[in-house]
């Protein structure tokens, strides 16, 4: 797995200086003002020996082509560039190895790159950037702006005129080497200096750590404007493995008091690179504690990723002066998808199991008859259903018989379509973002906890803090209909698919089914039946279950509504559910739950109050995946792009997914790889739990705000779009209609605001149109 290839004993220590390494060649400093040229794969060769420096090197690193190799040097004296081969080839014919100056006396050079072409080069001395022609001498610009020395510059490999700085006040610059300007000035990260830098070409990000292993990713888009993705803190994650790792062996306080025993080391970040495939490496203890390696800490580093699965390494030692050169084979490294059996999807790839969960049925009592005891049984008098009559009270005919001369073939009779009301041609994919107000509506005193839209986007269902729901026409127009019956606010609302009926859970523990043009629910589910409030409630797998959460589990309900009553017992009801599973995912409490109902699938996405995300297969009854500490706070919210059944977007859209916590924005992940593929933070989020939601199209986000605004974000970009204000109140609730471009949100005062796209929506009175389009026939 990992393999000592080369040790060599340096005259002075080199612990904080950049070392170069490339797939072929590593360069090691010699006797202060020379260079070693080894090869790396033969190491017992006799190195390329380069000398022409008068002062010490301080700095050095390859190009980023394969060819030619090129070597950059730098002392206070002099930068020189090398060409390899060149010199080995001067060399064999008994010549001195030479390379070209492009840069004299510019001071303590502490990091040198070389852009993705090899044609310049940045260096970095003191608080000035330098960026030089790798040809001849020329400096092509100077950058200064940094408050404290510069620790390292890399170009980005995409753009070759956007260069990124960190620098020991903490912060990190985004330059335009065109004009010199600086195009995005970071605020400062933490508390210590920012080390190092790294871009993700792929995913158009940008890495930076720091001295005390902090790192954080931000989106770097065309705008050059970062917007952070997420942090992780090297420290606490590390103990966050060791404490799993040793509960596995150990009781729970016996497994905290090893942990807190242990020496803390700290972790600057000093070198980062791209691993390609293999960006999910996992180094195993016998990486760290090698006891067939020379070096214990490691002061410097300079990594290169080969072409045959393996990384090559060149490490100089902390304390003592050494240098190793490093071999590991990253096919031999496991990986964290594998664990898992690769990554999720939204949609199945089999059918259920036998043993699944989702193969439940509910058993129907058939309605019994009382038989009837002894006696002659009722037999009909006729054998037609109906009797002729006799004709004594009728007309008598006086016309016998008239010809008919006009006859026409008679017609099966027409079926009569009653339409239910105008449907969308289709959802206009290229409209604009719903932010023109068209109706301000006060229904409460009382927040507005929740709202969805029917499947069809013509009603609008609205929990209140109240106790009550409230169902309005999706234009907001007329009398609402209210429905009461919880004794605490109301948590979560939900259509079912035939929207016929659909639910409510509020924080009385309860949960209620309400069926249409019906004042009373049809299934009432309580009555001490759960210990925590429902934080999470809704018709799941095409309608067939009813999912919801309380406390650390999941319960997954079948259920059959019947609305009809016996005329001497009318308080009973008919209406069945029953408890197909129970899933505890862990000790922790849920606190917020999605799923898809609209199309079958067997992911269920949970969050729970140690800020993790659970993925939960219900296929198989089981966890799937665990992504520990999604954000600083627990996590509010969870919304998955589903959709809508008046448009269509590409399959891989659907694996998208966001959440909210307090104080730490939206982010939008991808169920595929359980990654933060953005982030979204401009809105004001500190205290209450404010909602988002995917627009049908998959194009925008919207998000409520405590600054009175609602927020809409292109998906694309982690700036927002717009900021839709002069809302009365915090906006705590949003809902995207499914038919057409509007937005409505909900205020903590209870005041609902309806927001229409500026290019308008069209409708259509031909239901052949929508998609999902229902009519009532009858002969």
Known sequence: MIKEKLRFTCDILLSHQQLACCDRYCGIPHQGKNVLIYSNKKTQQKPLLLTGHHGDISAMTFGKRSSPVTLCSASSEYIIIWDIEACLKRTEEGKLAAGTVIGTLLGNVVHLSFCSNDELVAVCSGTTIYVLNSKKQEVICTLNGHLGFLTSAEFCPWNTNILVSTSEDRTFKVWDLKTGAV?????????????????????????????????????????????????????????????????????????????????????????????????????????????????????????????????????????????????????????????????????????????????????RKEPSHPKRKGGIKEKPLVFHSKVKSSGYNTTPRMTMFSAQTNAQKKTSPKKSIRHLGLLHRNYPEDSAAPTEPRTALNIANKQVSCLQYSGDGKKILCGLGDRSVLLYNSCLTGSPTAYIGHDKPVTSVSWSLCRQWWLSAAEDLSLRIWAKSYSEPAIILGDTMFSKPIRGAQFYYLDKFLVLTSGPSLYLYLYNVDLTRDDVKRYKHRSIIKLASCLTPSASEITALSAVNDFLSYIVLVSCSDRSIQVLDMNKGAVGSVLHDAHSRAIHCITQNKGSTFTSQAPESYNLFLTSAVTDGVKMWDLRTMRCVRRYENHVNLSHACSSAFSPCGRFIASGSEDK?????????????????????????????????????????????????????????????AVHCISNVTA
């Open 709 to 769: 605004c609602a927020y809409v974000y292109d998906i694309r970009a982690s700036t927002y779009l717009h900021k839709l204000q002069r809302h009365s109140d915090k906006v705590l609730s949003v809902a995207f209609n499914p038919a057409k471009p509007e937005l409505l949100t909900g205020t903590l005062d209870g005041k609902l605001r309806l927001f229409q796209s500026s290019t308008g929506s069209h409708l259509s009175h031909d239901t052949s149109a």
């Open 183 to 363: 195009f995005y000035q970071s605020f400062v990260l933490g508390g210590s200096p920012l080390l190092s830098v790294l871009f993700l070409e792929e995913e158009k990000q940008l890495i930076t750590g720091s001295a005390d292993g902090q790192v954080w990713c931000f989106s770097f888009d065309d705008d050059h404007k970062c917007h952070l993705v997420k942090k992780m803190d090297l420290q606490k994650m590390e103990k966050r493995y060791e404490m799993r790792q040793e509960t596995l062996s150990y009781p729970q306080d016996v497994a905290e008091q090893l942990v807190a025993n242990k020496v803390e080391i700290s972790k600057p970040v000093i070198q980062m690179t791209s691993c390609g495939s293999f960006a999910e490496i996992q180094f195993g203890q016998e990486i760290i504690d090698n006891p067939t390696l020379n070096i214990t800490m490691a002061g410097s580093w300079s990594i290169c990723v080969g072409s045959e699965k393996c990384m090559v390494v060149l490490v100089s030692s902390l304390f003592t002066p050494c240098v190793v050169l490093l071999e590991l084979c990253l096919s031999n490294l496991c990986r964290t998808g594998e664990k898992g059996g690769g990554g999720f999807s939204v949609f199945p790839s089999s059918p259920p199991l036998l043993e699944s969960p989702l193969n439940a049925e509910l058993k």
